[in-house]
């Protein structure tokens, strides 16, 4: 599953370059994880945002929100729970510094996900004039269908059966890699697709996960904050002895004037955009960033996305070199052409030659092929500056013979659910909640397919025919993954469910305050002339251009949140890192010249497993 298997990625790495974890051993002897010590059934949904402790620092709610928004409340009852999480701002509502809430979407679509690391970095730093630093609350949702929030849906009966259908998926190969894999995945797209969209509609949600209904949503989680900060200030108030009456203006709720502050990446800038069209005079602050093209999105999608690609992937070779060898484990002594040459020719020869990974007393022998690399790849490209160091170091191995890193790695994404699950899970039998983790238990990559599809209207009826098309097309674009990604679009060829309410606009608008849209030079999936081309809709908006590769990043997010200033037209950023430069977590990068703050460094620079939050969907999981 190349989508949505990032975040697992990213941590398996994590612990590829640190000692190597063994993943049946968890299964034999499970621990339960931190998530799930929190048990979202127990909450009672609400039409207000009551907050309850969960997962350490964080609070955490369900709202409950009509269904349908667009139909009339006595024709339609039904409600959705929307899982709401947040990290409180560290100063109180009543402080003058408070800064509101910021509304994340990490991409996905289908991702949830609120880090500490991305408070840090919305957040005012130590060195910020205490008068007009601003501190803000960090909300993130589980949108429609998606994990907990309900109704959700399944479209396999337990973890099992999914891990078995993923891994036939994933015995097709991608499909360059043979003359049958494309038909395979056709097929095997299309009914999963058939029968999954089917489930979803029964469950109720199905025609519900347009992205329209989720930009409204976070409108009305906005509304319910402004409802929120008024009663928590009240309390606050009573509290310390004084009267309800000294509540200060910017604390009173505005019905119907509540404004979003909005942080979209990948799949979010979807939802930013579209949500910026319909209700521009509620945009108080919006960041883009890792801009998906959203006309291409609406009609169906990725058929401008792969532009940049391959350059991402060449600048491999040109950090490699600048790296050394010390730092780059597929260096070459005669320069950047040699390494690209030891790249390209440890791909082709995995082709013809897959390579055999003994099994063990805790694994299966496992067989490492082309496909297997090019998935890697294809994540490394999302963040070079962690990833790239790891890809020499399992292309290095690749080249003398062998497969053990590859085949942990992969090994550990395919499990990643067996290591999260809880004792329970053994006892009470695959059926059973414990083995199927979150309060619905709905898929991640099920999700992404459900908000996709129900946004590609036209794909309905597309014929195997076209998707050769647009393969061809995009193989244009992109050599090494334009066959990938031609693929993608094959469920929603057989999604049956229609949204009932599909966005119809022109994604133009004149907001409140101007959108920051943020691009990289050579970004795999978001290309930065996408933003270019969305930021032409939005009056006033401006695009931040990063000088690096990769997808996401989080340059000149804090003086945007902090002040609102958009930078000058046509401004570029120059990274501080670069990919194989030798820093990482057990060495850390000094700070650079001129910068103070530590944590936003590390924020940054150093995040690791936070990457994820960058990270939505495109891969995930995935347009991170
Ligand atoms: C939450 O629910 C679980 C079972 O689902 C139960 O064991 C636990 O006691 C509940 N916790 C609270 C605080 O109600
Ligand atoms: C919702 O509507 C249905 C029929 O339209 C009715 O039977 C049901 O009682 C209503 N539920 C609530 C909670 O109002
Ligand atoms: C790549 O393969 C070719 C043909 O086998 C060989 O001549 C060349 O030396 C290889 N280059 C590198 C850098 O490995
Ligand atoms: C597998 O073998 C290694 C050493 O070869 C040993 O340390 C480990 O405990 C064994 N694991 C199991 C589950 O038997
Ligand atoms: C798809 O094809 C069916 C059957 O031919 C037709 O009824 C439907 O309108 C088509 N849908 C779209 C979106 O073209
Ligand atoms: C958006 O685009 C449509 C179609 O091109 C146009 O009719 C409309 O006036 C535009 N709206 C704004 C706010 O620019």
Redesign the pocket.
Known sequence: MFFDSIPAVLLAITHLVQAST?V??NL?APTPPATSQFNWGNITATESLVYHDCYGDFQCARLQVPLDWTAEEAADNRTVQIALIKLPASVPVTDSRYGGAVILNPGGPGGSGVKTNTQTIASAGPDADEKTAKYFDIISFDPRGVKHTTPSFRCFPHFLERLTFEQELAAYGLPGSSDTALPNLWTTYRTLADSCSKRAIEAGIGEHMSTTSVARDIVEIVERHGEWREQEASRLLTSSGNSENDLLDHVKYQPGKEMVQYWGVSYGTVLGATLADLYPDRVKRTILDGVVDSFDWYKGGWSTILQDTDKNAATFAEYCWKGGPENCALYHEDGLDSIAQRFSNITKSLLQNPIGVPG???SSPDLITHSDLQKFLGHALYGPLYMFSPLAIVMAEIEHGKGNILAKTKRATDSRLLTTLPKECQKDGPYSRACNPGYGGSDEYMIHLAIMCSDAESKINTTKEQVEELMGDLMEQSKMFGDVWATSMIPCTQWHARPKWPYTGHLNATTAHPILFIGNTFDPVTPIRNAYKMSTGFSGSVVLHQDTAGHGSSSGVRAYFQTGELPKLDTTCHPDRVPLDGFDKEVEHPLPEGETDKALWKAITLGGEDTSARMPMFLKSHID
């Open positions: 063994n049946l051993s034999q063990t007393n805790v």
